[in-house]
């Protein structure tokens, strides 16, 4: 039995004012399936492709043959996920097809009820994912796999849920023998927070990995889905085991920058406290960065980071209106947001905040208490994004009551939207654009940023008609906030 696990091609949203979704590292994902498929004994090839043109990918399903190939279905490019699947079965309609990832689990039922797809892993998948591979080679029945979902005739079948794994150091290490590297775009190009670093150029050229040393996060905020996927408790790896993968990779692979891909890196300072004395210890010259909340920041933990090759963090902010950080269940207070501030600068750590506009209740006031929050904790860059909706979050249950979305929505092609049901796109834009050119210390970097803003937005005059505000109105507005 062949196994071939792919990645999606690329998506484009460009009609829709998004870009394309970039990956600067291998798909983890699939590395775990295959390591752990392997170790049971099974022929798995893992080929991303996506870069591949749709003729090249028609092209490699007629050399691998695979008799099941499994599919990454993320939200933002579902629709070439459920292309690829249906290639799949142009190609052999007997291959099976099993698709996983955070859309196809929380859509299954639309999923298995409107594309070519036969299974679904629902959540962590690899225990999952071993055991439907071995159930279809025995030729068993399907419904003894928990954790799945899949088509028996004209119905959709559900199977029980699978316990999370609960000591995430018994998998093996994704199957990094079978990515090439070389192949991903430079760290430098993805991060623009990187180009804000005074040694930039000592850093764009290192060779960059992602890597994963926890699953899920103890909050729930109200936007993210993370919770529903990995389940209600944050499980984590050991630390040996984390500076194992990391010795793996510095010396096999040569990667000399990290990314700590966990929703919350540190949320056991002593964990993290102990991972980055491994790597002093381990002599492992490093440069790495990580995502983390301010109630999870301390003075010891980061001269550790520093110490240890951490060259920024980012942490999860959201807003600087109490209010907002209640409405979408943040759990964090502007104190401790100031204070973690306090303790980087203190300490010589660059960060910054994770922004969001749009919330449900934000309004001028909202936005100019987080204005007011920037200059405050003073960061040497922010990360401002508009309030999307995503399958999964108790947002999109939000948003469902409120008629602004329904299930129907994830048929078309579109992006996962912004919740605009209480100020439309043009205000939200305004509004990040205002938060972003707060930090802008010099009238040279304000022109740059303006310029920069007309530029997007007469390219996407051209390419996305189905926004009708006149080009001279996205002049006005890229120059607004400058002028004023």
Known sequence: MKILLLNPPLYDLSKYRKGLLLSAAPALSLGYLAAVVKKAGYDVKIIDMLFYDWEKVEEVLHKEKPDIVGITCLTEGRMSAFRLAALVKKVNKKTIVVMGGHHATYMYDQVLSNFQVDFIVLGEGEITFLNLIKTLNKKNNPNSVHGIAYKKGTKIVKTKDRAPIVNLDSLPFPLYEQFDFDAY??????????????????????????????????????????????????????????????????????????????????????????????????????????????????????????????????????????????????????????????????????AYPLLMVGNPGETEETVEETKKLINIIKPFNVAVSITMVFPGSALYNLAKQQKFINDDFWLSDKPQPYYTLEWPIEKLEEWRDKLTYSILSSNNEKIKWSLSRIGRNIKYSFIAPVFTIPIFQKFINSFRIFLK
Not at 198 to 220: E, F, H, M, V
Not at 306 to 318: D, Q, S, Y
């Open 185 to 350: 775009p430079k760290v430098s190009t993805l991060n623009p927070q990187l180009i804000k670093m005074n040694s930039w150029n000592q850093l764009k050229d290192r060779k960059y990995a992602s890597i994963i040393t926890s699953r899920g996060c103890p909050y729930n905020c109200q936007f993210c889905s993370s919770t529903v996927f990995w389940g209600v408790k944050w499980r984590f790896r050991s630390a040996q085991n984390v500076l194992d993968e990391i010795e793996l990779l510095y010396k096999k692979y040569n990667i000399r920058y990290f990314n700590f891909a966990d929703d919350a890196f540190t949320v056991d300072t002593k964990r993290a406290i102990e991972i980055c004395k491994g790597i002093l210890d381990r002599k492992l010259d490093i440069v790495w960065d990580c995502t983390t909340r301010a109630n999870f920041i301390t003075e010891e933990l980061v001269i550790w980071m520093k110490k240890a090759g951490c060259i920024m963090t980012a942490l999860g902010v959201e807003s600087g209106s109490a209010k907002i950080l209640k409405n979408i269940n943040k759990k964090v207070t502007i104190e401790q947001v100031i204070n973690a501030f306090k303790i980087l600068h203190k300490v010589g750590l660059p």
